[in-house]
């Protein structure tokens, strides 16, 4: 796969503790991304961070919480993006979970896939 050019990047916010049927959101939504054909996704582990029940979620050792923010990030083309969407709000919904979805234009400058490490 080989993309150049305009993009979008979807950032997804959500907890670590955020389930769907006895799977974590979070992998659900990189499992499905992967399905769809995206060009890839990340998710990166918060240190603190709250969100809309203004809730404080840290790793200090004295308030040790179990569900810290997490955030996927998927570039790829804009039509790819805006097809996923619905499967990014379903799994929401099916989970019943709060969280944030945005969107932001990307300049994908360079994006090969490394041959040697192709997975089918």
């Known amino acids: 796969m080989h993309i150049t050019g305009e993009a979008k990047l979807l950032r997804i916010f959500l907890g670590e503790s955020d389930i769907s ?5 979070y992998e659900k939504i990189v499992t499905e991304a992967r399905k769809y054909g995206l060009a890839g996704a990340t998710v990166f582990k918060g240190i ?14 004295l308030r040790l919480s ?5 955030i996927i990030e ?4 804009e039509k790819k993006i805006d097809a ?37």
């Open 21 to 25: 049927h006895h799977i974590p959101v």
């Open 84 to 120: 996923f969407l619905p499967i990014v709000e379903n799994i929401f919904e099916e989970a019943n979970c709060g969280g944030l979805i945005t969107i932001e234009k990307a300049s994908i400058v360079k994006y090969v896939a490394d041959k040697t490490k192709m997975v089918d």
């Open 48 to 61: 603190m961070g709250f969100g809309g029940t203004s809730r404080i979620h840290t790793t200090k050792i």
């Open 66 to 70: 179990e569900d810290l923010p997490l």
């Open 74 to 77: 998927i570039v790829d083309e």
